[in-house]
């Protein structure tokens, strides 16, 4: 099961990092518009698989994942807050070349591997 949290933390894209390209704007709206919860990131012990997606690169409507993001500002603060305060994950970003403040959303795919995908602006 897919677990959401709205993220507020910006991302520096490296060349190495996964990407996704099966990703829409919807997918990204869906994160960013996910209930916030913050204890979620702090509960990431272990980082597994970094899908990082460029919200540039999405098909779709760019100006409602403009609008969603823009809406939810606070949310991603608190966001990218977590992720600062999470040493693992943000170590794991970092290694992938991923800078929190680009962060916009991110879905956790499995808290067992700790398999996720963040959405960076882009």
């Known amino acids: 099961m897919k677990k959401y949290v709205a993220l ?3 991302i520096g894209l490296a060349l ?3 990407v996704a ?3 829409s704007v919807d997918d990204a709206v869906a994160a960013v518009n996910a209930t916030v919860d913050v204890s979620a990131v702090a509960g990431i012990t272990t980082v597994g698989e970094i899908t990082v997606v460029t919200t540039g690169t999405l098909e779709g409507d760019a100006a409602l994942l403009d ?3 823009a809406a939810n500002e606070t949310g ?3 966001l990218r807050d977590a992720i ?3 040493a693992a ?3 794991a970003l970092e290694a992938q070349g991923v800078a929190i403040d680009t962060i916009v959303g991110l879905t956790v795919t499995d808290f067992t591997t700790g398999a996720i ?3 960076v602006t882009g």
Do not use: E, R
């Open 16 to 18: 190495s990092a996964p």
């Open 21 to 23: 390209m099966a990703q």
């Open 67 to 69: 609008a969603v993001v």
């Open 8 to 10: 507020a933390a910006a």
């Open 84 to 86: 600062a305060a999470n």
């Open 89 to 91: 994950l943000a170590a």
């Open 76 to 78: 991603i603060a608190a």
């Open 117 to 119: 995908t963040v959405y």
